[in-house]
Nanobody, 115 residues
Framework: QVQLVESGGGLVQAGGSLRLSCAASGSIFDINVMGWYRQAPGKQRELVAY???????NYADSVKGRFTISRDNAKNTVNLQMNSLKPEDTAVYSCNAIRNSHSYWGQGTQVSVSS
């Protein structure tokens, strides 16, 4: 089992920045991919960004150039630096880890961007 705990959400004005962190614990060996998803009210959950063990990254088109995902393998954390935030970035952001084809989720953290 893998446990994921997110932190760093909150309320920010448009144009501002937030940094989300996700700490993994438990059976963390062989975690292949870690990433962030978000779900806005009335919308489906969508991928924001992910990063592999080797450091390869992928971003949703809507956040490219504004968000940066990073991973600290020594600390078993994955971070999401979010800059130039927009009201449409408002959502619950959830951390995800894939280990041996199993998908694990954190409890989610609210990010709200005011205009």
């Amino acid at each position: 089992q893998v446990q994921l705990v997110e932190s760093g959400g909150g309320l920010v004005q448009a144009g501002g920045s937030l940094r989300l962190s996700c700490a993994a614990s438990g059976s963390i060996f062989d975690i292949n991919v870690m990433g962030w998803y978000r779900q806005a009210p009335g919308k489906q959950r969508e991928l924001v960004a992910y990063i592999t063990t080797s450091g390869n990254t992928n971003y949703a088109d809507s956040v490219k150039g504004r968000f940066t995902i990073s991973r600290d393998n020594a600390k078993n954390t994955v971070n999401l630096q979010m800059n130039s935030l927009k009201p449409e970035d408002t959502a619950v952001y959830s951390c995800n880890a894939i280990r041996n084809s199993h998908s694990y989720w954190g409890q989610g953290t609210q990010v709200s961007v005011s205009s």
